[in-house]
């Protein structure tokens, strides 16, 4: 369902439309939602609608990342870590079709889809980050994805070219102090930011939300298509478990069976 009486309804909304949204609060298995018409952008015909629900939350964040805040060109040397995550996998996708160089940080158990993305993968647990990625490129590189915070931040800011940029796109909370951790990691990538030669950035999650981003958002829709993702699924419970109800999914999420978005479906 689509609250008109917030916003007005663009011509593109009518009876049938396929759309999608990018929402940071989750709906949990909901049938129908109710959603302000901003919140929206138009599926085209030719996604399909599995990877449509796969797209909004981690790759438009992804996009967001690439194109706002690592102002990201081809043959640009980037560094991304956790790399085979949500957002982490959604910008090696995107950014081996941008001509990137990569580096992603992995467990040894994921670096094999690092490679198929033709991307140098770095085992954080046995090799030193910053001594593989210096051994290619001595005076560091462009950009720098990082969503850990903590120590890392400062280090990873050191990893940076003249002139490059560290994105912090989340932080890593301890149990208990995740408000608090995020607050503390956010002021310390604004006091590197004071640091010459180089600059932060901070990214919230799903950009879509942002009446700036908003457009990037809908022309992201426009230009998708679902050849380009890696999106698979399984009846009820994605494509490890194959459980009729949703709790294998989660099992399977928890064991680390299956990567990027599962996607439940009830047809």
């Known amino acids: ?27 949990g298995y909901r049938e129908y939602a109710n959603l302000p018409v901003r919140l929206l952008a138009p ?39 956790s790399a085979t995550g949500g ?16 580096y992603g940080t992995a467990s040894e158990r994921s670096l094999h889809r690092l490679r198929d993305y033709d991307i140098v993968p770095i085992d954080y647990r046995r090799q030193d980050v910053a001594q593989v990625v210096r051994a290619k490129h001595p005076e560091g590189v462009r950009i720098v994805y990082d969503h850990l915070g903590g120590a890392s931040m400062r280090a990873n800011h050191r990893l940076l070219a003249p002139g490059g940029v560290l994105v912090s796109y989340a932080f890593m909370g301890r149990p208990g102090h995740v408000l608090a951790d995020t ?68 099992r399977a999420l928890e064991r680390r069976d299956v990567h990027g978005k599962v996607i439940l479906t009830t047809f």
């Open 43 to 81: 599926v085209p015909d030719g996604l399909d609608t599995l990877a449509a629900a796969a797209l909004p939350l981690d790759y438009l964040t992804a996009l967001s990342l690439l194109d706002r805040h690592g102002r990201a060109r081809p043959g640009d040397t980037v560094l991304i870590h």
């Open 183 to 250: 607050v503390r990691g956010a002021v310390r990538n604004r006091m590197l930011n004071l640091l010459p030669g180089k600059r932060t950035a901070l990214s919230a999650r799903c950009p879509g939300r942002s009446p700036r981003t908003r457009p990037s958002t809908r022309h992201y829709s426009r230009t998708s298509s679902s050849s380009h993702w890696g999106v698979t699924s399984g009846h009820g419970s994605g494509p490890a478990s194959h459980s009729p109800r949703p709790t294998g999914a989660h």
């Open 87 to 102: 957002v982490g996998d959604a910008l090696c996708q995107l950014g081996a079709h941008r001509g990137l160089v990569m």
């Open 1 to 27: 369902m689509v609250d008109h009486h917030a916003d007005p309804a663009p011509p593109w909304l009518v009876a049938g439309a396929r759309v999608a949204a990018c929402l940071t609060r989750m709906g």
